[in-house]
């Protein structure tokens, strides 16, 4: 087993992690960048070690200073946790080339995984349902127009290098097609230096799903079950559950063998997760993307297995078996995150960092608060606005909602504005509780 891991990461996650890494007698270094030098994860990890200045691309990003931060600490692995390195293949190529292991799937994996054009046509390949669209990427309008005509409009145009919704454009007609292709691939090109872009059927009524998976280097993998993400703004997550209020067992059973199915033809290893849509009209679901790394909302997995995600990630990495079988795994009870940003709900949800005067967590059973911040806080205005993740388990979808209603009431964070009071609106709404919405939820009722 490792002696040693650095956390080539900040906030709520490098905290999470290193919990883990104490727990299992791993030795853990935190890197931290010069806005974060008061931060909680360096005073629980056994060392630290300053990788640069606020600015992600010189500290957090900076592979040069993170791999002599390893180097010089005598690390065995990193683990990247999500966002910054977490799915760059060149990252984990050069922890390789360092013999340190890098904690998360090869980086044949990510590159294979990271082209969602690619990533599609495997899943074709692997018999799991795709959205109806492209057989590959689309480079003459001619192509994309004999597509458009045959799935029908609105189609969904995709950069294959983009993901989580960025670099997408629904178009309803011909024209707009054209002119929307040639604006996609310009930015796709200027965001992700690569132009490819692919077409997708628009699911008008559609859930977001995901499932999570473990897989070790001996040909095992788990799945832990499905998220449900479907309460997003702009493409960015704000609450997710588990189990999905809108699949039964049936589907539950084919969804998941079919993201086992396809993370195996990937050749596939660690903590993965597989997303799709599904199509609320039809009951129909379609693949979309894997995400190569652990995800912000592992712990409603973690939740309902009683699993701990990032224990299984570094036993995995260090070559180790998984220690359970797909039926040893059981499901239990309901559980649901919120995301605690620091961000206005009241104003466009715009960016709050500054000051937190006070911080105080509900507590109690079933309650689980993953946070940095405390009493004194500066939130720095260079990262991602993430306070806290409040994750609640109740016995079934409707005991869980009624937990976290009143774990969001006792929740005090003063100095900054939180999502806190937009959770509270979600949660006493019919629309959710009933579990019946889509897509446009969260767009239509919240501007
Ligand atoms: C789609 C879609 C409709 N049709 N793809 C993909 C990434 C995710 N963040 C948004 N994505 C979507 N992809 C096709 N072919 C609609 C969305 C979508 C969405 C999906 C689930 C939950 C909320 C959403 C909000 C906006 C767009």
């Known amino acids: 087993m490792f002696s040693r891991i650095l956390i080539a990461n900040r906030g709520e996650i490098a905290l999470r992690i290193i919990r883990t890494c104490r727990r299992m007698g791993i030795e853990t270094v935190a890197v931290y960048s010069e806005a974060d030098k008061d931060s909680l994860p360096l005073r629980y990890a056994d060392r630290k070690i300053c990788i640069g200045p606020a600015a992600p691309a010189r500290s957090y990003l900076f592979i ?65 349902p795709v959205v109806p669209g492209s057989s590959s990427v689309i480079t003459d309008d001619r192509t994309a127009l004999e597509t458009a005509r045959e799935i029908g409009y609105p189609v ?47 699911i008008t009524r559609a ?21 449900d ?23 539950r059973a084919r969804l998941t063998a079919d993201a086992v199915k396809l993370l195996r033809a990937a050749g596939y ?65 309901h559980a649901i995150e919120c995301r605690i940003n620091a961000e206005d ?20 059973k079933g309650i689980r608060v993953d946070t940095h911040v405390f009493s004194g806080y500066n939130v720095p205005p260079n990262y991602d606005s993430l306070l806290a993740k409040l994750i609640v388990t109740g016995k079934d979808r409707e005991d869980a909602i009624a937990r976290m209603r009143s774990a969001l009431d006792e929740y005090i964070i003063e100095g900054v ?23 446009h939820y969260i767009d239509n009722y919240f501007q």
């Open 64 to 128: 040069p200073n993170i791999m002599s931060a390893a180097v010089v600490m005598d690390v065995d692995a990193i683990h990247p946790g999500y966002g910054f390195l977490a799915e760059n293949p060149h990252f984990a190529e050069v922890c390789r080339d360092c013999q340190i292991e890098f904690i998360g799937p090869t980086s044949e994996a990510m590159e294979l995984l990271g082209n969602k054009a690619k990533a599609r046509e495997l899943a074709q390949e692997a018999g799991v």
């Open 156 to 202: 969904m145009i995709k950069a294959a290098a983009g993901g989580g919704g960025r670099g997408m454009r629904m178009a309803r007609n011909d024209a707009s097609l054209l002119q929307f292709l040639s604006a996609a691939r310009r930015e796709a090109e200027a965001s992700f230096g690569d132009p490819s872009v692919y077409l997708e059927k628009y």
């Open 207 to 227: 859930r977001h799903i995901e499932v999570q998976a473990i897989a070790d280097k001996h040909g095992h993998i788990v799945h832990l079950g499905e998220r």
């Open 229 to 251: 993400c479907t309460i997003q703004r702009r493409h960015q997550k704000l609450l997710e559950e588990s189990p999905s209020p809108v699949i039964d067992e049936e589907i």
């Open 269 to 333: 290893t660690n903590a993965g997760t597989v997303e799709f849509l599904f199509d609320m009209d039809t009951g129909e679901y379609y693949f979309i993307e894997v995400n190569a790394r652990i995800q912000v909302e592992h712990p409603v997995s973690e939740a309902v297995t009683g699993i701990d995600i990032v224990e299984q990630q570094i036993l995995a990495a260090a070559g180790e078996e998984l220690p359970f079988r797909q039926e040893d795994v059981r499901f239990k009870g």
């Open 345 to 364: 709900p009241y104003g466009d949800f715009s960016p709050s960092p500054g000051h937190i005067a006070f911080h105080s967590p509900p507590q109690g």
């Open 417 to 439: 504005r939180t999502t806190i009071p937009f959770f509270k609106t979600v949660l006493d709404s019919e629309t959710f509780k009933s579990g019946n919405y889509d897509t």
